[in-house]
């Protein structure tokens, strides 16, 4: 049996920023990874805004593959293009992995990795370590006191933990997620607007999300898609079989040479109702921390790294690492990032209740801006879309079913984010605060429905 102050199960973004952070304020750290240290390699889009490794000083100039002036999103029949600004970078994704292990490991972070999380180790009401399973087979315990769940969408060390009434144990529903296939390819030309990310919204493609094609360096790029998971599970639909159905077919992807392929699961909804309880934390996609409308889950995942060793660093000094010494945490989050993204949840949902013609058409009468939906997207503000919807309603410029969602839709991001406001100063109030939070949701959805 080994002790330290805090393990870390899951060697990704969340993991390893965590391990960084809190060895370098002297605490032991120990990360668990499943996969081995060579292959520490994430499939994603690649895509990360300039904003988010400024904001944690971390200097990518050395893994960057492209730099991005903004992103072109695309209606179904793609004769309009919203060319909406903002910075950001094609990653060499195993750099970036490579990089944040470097970080944690030259602060005296422990890594084990081919190491798989078996259970976690409670006593009481409160978590005392991990059961692991080592690259030779061996089944040890490692004591600490405290564990941070940075495990991906799994949530496999906050999923397996006994008590069921708490909201950390809460697992990702299908509904709450999109299923996403992407390869790395090279092409034969080099892409045209190189600069910029294309997004393509076509429910037929990519139902109830999103087809992306994103240039890296030369003649590469990154083409994927996500599905709403209540598709997955309803219709049986599968995203790498859409791929070839539809994105393959394309002019662009013609004689191309696939260098990787992959596909993985991404949150896109609001996080967890308690990122933290006694002993416990959850960062990064176990916490569910991913940008509900975009997918964009790395930047979320380091803020919530950070947030969360901020406050282990201030309870263990307090001497109270119960949930209500680490609550702040969670105050932090939905100040920082938690109250948007529950905004944004509520818009996903309005998204994909859409059909490919409510957006074309709506598209079409300029319902939005570049601005606004960069706005609407980043950060949930709807002020100016609400006023304009209603304009563009009476002059019959959209149709009735499209204003509609969309009136719903604002009125109950509004809704939500008064709720947020709200959020309990401590655990005590948890419960009744989730209820309403339940019954906001079912109330929309119902609306929504009709
Ligand atoms: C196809 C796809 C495209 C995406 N594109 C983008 C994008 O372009 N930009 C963006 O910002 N975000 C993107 N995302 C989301 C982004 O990848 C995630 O939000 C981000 O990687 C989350 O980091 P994390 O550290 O929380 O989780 P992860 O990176 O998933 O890390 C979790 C780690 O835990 C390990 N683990 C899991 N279970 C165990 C276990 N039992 N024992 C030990 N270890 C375990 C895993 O091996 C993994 O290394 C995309 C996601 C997908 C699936």
Redesign the pocket.
């Known amino acids: 049996m080994t002790k330290f102050d805090i393990v870390i ?8 920023y965590s391990a960084y952070l809190l060895s370098s304020l002297g605490f032991s750290t120990c990360v ?4 081995p240290i060579e292959k ?1 390699y ?8 300039k904003h ?1 490794v400024e904001q944690h000083n971390i200097d990518v100039s050395n893994i960057v593959e492209n730099y991005y002036r903004g992103a072109l999103v695309y209606s179904p029949l793609e004769n309009i293009a919203l060319r909406v600004p903002g910075e950001g970078y094609a990653l060499d994704i195993s750099g970036w992995g490579r990089k944040l292990l470097k970080m944690a490991t030259s602060r005296g972070a422990e890594i084990l990795d081919s ?4 259970k976690p180790i409670v006593e009481g009401d409160s978590v005392r370590g991990v059961v ?1 399973k080592r690259k030779d087979g061996c089944v040890s315990e490692l004591k600490a006191s405290v564990v941070i769940d ?5 949530g ?1 060390v906050r999923t397996r933990l006994p008590w069921t009434n708490i909201p950390i144990t809460e697992p990702l529903r299908p509904e709450d997620a999109s299923y ?3 390869e790395v390819v090279e092409v034969k030309d080099v892409p045209d607007n190189r600069d910029h990310i294309r997004i393509y919204l076509n429910q037929e493609v990519a139902p109830g999300g999103y087809w992306w094609y ?1 240039p890296k360096k030369d003649n590469i790029v ?1 083409v ?1 898609l ?1 599905i709403w998971g209540k598709h997955v599970k309803e219709r049986g639909l599968n995203p790498a079989d859409h791929y070839r159905k539809y994105i393959l077919k394309r002019r662009e992807l013609e004689g191309r040479r696939v260098i990787n392929a ?6 896109t909804r609001r996080p967890l109702d308690t990122l933290v309880w006694n002993n416990i934390v959850a ?5 569910l ?2 940008n509900p409308i975009h ?7 380091l803020l919530s790294a950070k947030l969360a060793s901020e406050t282990i660093a201030d309870a263990w000094e307090r001497g109270d690492l119960s949930a209500r010494g680490l609550w702040s945490y969670n105050l932090k989050y939905i100040e920082a990032y938690g109250k948007k993204q529950a905004k944004l949840d509520i818009f996903r949902l309005a998204l994909q209740h859409m059909s490919n013609d409510e957006i074309q058409k709506g598209l079409e009468a300029g319902i939005v801006t570049e601005n606004e939906v960069l706005i609407l997207s980043s950060e949930g503000k709807e002020l100016s879309v609400f006023d304009k919807v209603k304009k563009l309603l009476r002059l019959r410029k959209v149709p009735l079913s499209l204003a509609r969602k969309l009136i719903l839709a604002f009125t109950y991001m509004r809704r939500i984010e008064r709720l947020y406001e709200e959020y309990p100063e401590d655990p005590d109030k948890l419960e009744e605060w989730s209820r309403r939070v339940r019954k906001l949701y079912s109330d929309y959805l119902r609306a929504l429905a009709r």
């Open positions: 199960v899951g060697g990704g973004t969340a993991g390893l668990i990874e499943q996969k520490l994430k499939v994603t889009g690649d895509a990360i805004g988010h190491t798989t999380f078996i692991v940075a495990s991906g969408a799994t496999v996403a296939y992407r994103f990154n994927g996500g992959g596909g993985g699961i991404v949150p960062v990064g996609d176990a916490a921390t991913v997918g964009g889950g790395l930047g979320p995942a």
